[in-house]
């Protein structure tokens, strides 16, 4: 398989900051990749490099085998960043077909107001439209030139529910037609669901990389929750070896450890007060906590 993006020891240093420290990755053509990572992890820094928008202090990026700031590149790839912005005066419709001007063999309109799920505000100003409305007109912006790789930064962040599955089969419709797609986001179900290959970010470097279920089994991590009477406390359960996430959701504790065996063991040795127990294998949103919390320590 032909690599679509290839980075190779690239750093990013702002100021005293290392925002991207060594990083070397290499995407295939046609897959789907999600970067995940805490906040500030490095992810936009990244996809902004991949992009040709900003200059890494130290590596070397390459898009579809070449500089991604050469036009040739750019012709090839569609960006959907966290900031979209409108232009003033002009109605959906004629914002899309703006953009399908630039390109040589742009997708219909029609299909991008459809994935866009912007059929109904196709005569609206772009400046009017809601925030999630911008969003999904960045989507099919995106889109227009029929790329051949694809940024998505944080795509769904203000979709509803509707627009949101339809834009996640929309994504997967054109990896099945051969497009690359690199996305950011913090909805981990989401990357779970859609990416064949995940790759965790922390501190500006790679603390994992594979399909979700690899990144699962990495880590070994369950899940024990109970519904935690009044004596438990954040407190007395952090006295407990081997946990590595303490959750709550009301009175409901979610406890991740590698070893579930032993803190069941002891959680019931000490005498924590606990009903409706429930033990659970970790999901991906398990494993990524596991991972950020090993890397930082
Ligand atoms: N232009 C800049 N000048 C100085 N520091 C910056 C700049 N852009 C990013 N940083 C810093 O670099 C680090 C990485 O930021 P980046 O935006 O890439 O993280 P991220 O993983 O995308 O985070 P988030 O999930 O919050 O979007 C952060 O510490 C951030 O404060």
């Given at each position: 398989m032909k690599p679509a993006i290839q980075l190779t020891g690239v750093s990013k240093v702002y100021k005293d900051k290392k925002a991207v420290d060594e990083l070397t990755l290499t995407i295939a053509e046609g897959t789907v990749v999600a970067l995940l990572g805490p906040n500030g992890a490095g992810k936009t820094t990244t996809v902004s490099m991949i992009l040709g928008m900003h200059q890494p202090t130290k590596g070397t990026v390459k898009l579809l085998g070449d500089d991604p700031r050469k036009q040739h590149v750019r012709d090839r790839i569609g960006a959907m960043l966290q900031d979209v912005s409108v232009i003033d005066g002009l109605k959906v419709g004629e914002t899309i077909e703006l953009f399908r001007s630039y390109y040589e063999k742009p997708l219909a309109l029609d299909y991008l107001l459809k994935v866009s799920n912007l059929e109904a505000e196709?005569?609206?100003?772009?400046?009017?439209?809601?925030?999630?409305?911008?969003?999904?007109?960045?989507?099919?912006?995106?889109?227009?030139?029929?790329?051949?790789?694809?940024?998505?930064?944080?795509?769904?962040?203000g979709m509803d529910v509707t627009s949101r599955q339809l834009f996640w089969d929309t994504v997967r419709a054109m990896a099945g037609r051969g497009r690359t797609i690199v996305l950011t986001t913090h909805y981990l179900d989401e990357a779970d669901s859609v990416a064949d290959r995940i790759v965790v970010i922390n501190n500006g470097r790679i603390i994992a990389d594979g399909t979700p279920s690899e990144i699962k089994a990495e880590t070994t991590g369950r899940v024990i929750s109970f519904i935690a009477g009044p004596s438990v406390t954040t407190e007395s359960l952090q006295e407990l070896p081997d946990i590595t996430s303490i959750e709550?959701?009301?009175?409901?504790?979610?406890?991740?450890?590698?070893?579930?065996?032993?803190?069941?063991?002891?959680?019931?040795?000490?005498?924590?007060?606990?009903?409706d127990i429930e033990i659970q294998s970790g999901g991906l949103e398990d494993a990524f906590q596991a991972l950020v919390q090993q890397a930082n320590q």
């Open positions: 196709r005569n609206k100003l772009a400046t009017a439209l809601s925030g999630g409305q911008q969003r999904r007109l960045g989507f099919a912006l995106a889109l227009a030139g029929d790329p051949e790789v694809i940024f998505l930064d944080e795509p769904t962040v709550w959701s009301g009175r409901r504790v979610k406890l991740s450890s590698g070893n579930t065996d032993k803190l069941i063991t002891l959680l019931v040795e000490k005498r924590f007060e606990m009903r």
